[in-house]
């Protein structure tokens, strides 16, 4: 045990409101925070690194570990070919056994049920898109969708935003520095302070 207390950040949104941006930029001004790794079996991209970015594993093996109650919590994501995610229980216990500050990214459903989990350890945050046009645009310019999934995505928005009153914090993520700031202040009132005064 370490007299500082582990604590998780859970960070979801929208798909194209810019969380991974906006998560990066916190996590180089905050080189204390770890990112979180979950399994999954999507496909491994040519720049992701096994371990960093994810442990990638087999349907099969997912299975096994959903079996072994291993998950703490998991989806499946549909706007990722039914792909399977999800959060090692032993590897976040052992983060906040060692006093670690976890960001760990994930789809909305996850990030209510891993804050319910976790109610007493964790902050949860919701970074949203300025707006459904905003949102709209980004994911024109990112190209990576076809106008039929971008039409998904902007459908599902208001269910999305209904979803995201659950968590404690919303960041609208307007500016890039805006957001930073104010996930920054988030942290030093959330956390630091409280770090700071045991
Ligand atoms: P990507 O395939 O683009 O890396 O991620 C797709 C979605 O899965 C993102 O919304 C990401 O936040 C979410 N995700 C990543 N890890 C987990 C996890 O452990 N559990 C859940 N529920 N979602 C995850």
Redo the contacts with the bound molecule.
Sequence with gaps: MTSQQGRLIIV?GP?GAGKGTVENAVMEKNPEIQFSV???T?PQRDYEVEGEH?FFISKADFLQRIERNELV???E?YS?NG?Y???LRSYVDAALEQGKLLLI???I??GINLKKAYPDNSISIFIEPPSVEALEQRLINRKTDSPEQIRIRLDRMPEEMELGKQFDYTIVNSELSEAVNAFTEILENQIYQQQRSI
């Design positions: 979801a798909s979950s399994v999954t999507r994810y919590e998991w989806q994501v990722k792909h995610y999800g959060t990214d994930i789809d459903k996850g």
